[in-house]
């Protein structure tokens, strides 16, 4: 029950979101990525069944840019991924403490 309202009511809003800030001819710059950032993580897979982590650190390539990011899964394994293969949650609008709360239980 969880997953299928996951899937069909949060990811379809962040989709409808964002086609209707391209309508609309509003698209602005993504946010940089910062470490504890909760993201899915995107794969070769449907949506919903997107691995979640938080990033744990970014990697500077050679050339001083930021790239991709280290990104610690909820079984405490990490992941290296690009950047552009790393998509934040919508947290910012949440308070601190509910932030605080969603991450524990993502690592716990």
């Not at 609008?93 to 991450?103: N, S």
Request: charged share 30%.
């Amino acid at each position: 029950m969880f997953w299928k309202t996951w899937r069909d009511e949060y990811l379809l809003s962040l989709r409808e979101r964002t086609a209707n800030k391209l309508r609309s001819g509003r698209i602005q710059s993504k946010t940089p990525a910062k470490v504890g950032d909760i993201v899915l993580i995107k794969e070769n897979l449907p949506r919903g069944s997107w691995k979640i982590g938080r990033i744990c650190q970014l990697v500077v390539s050679r050339d001083g840019q930021i790239r991709s990011g280290k990104v610690m899964l909820p079984n405490k394994k990490t992941l290296n991924r690009a950047l552009n293969m790393l998509y934040p949650i919508e947290c910012e609008e949440l308070d601190e403490g509910l932030k605080t709360q969603i991450r524990k239980r993502i690592l716990s």
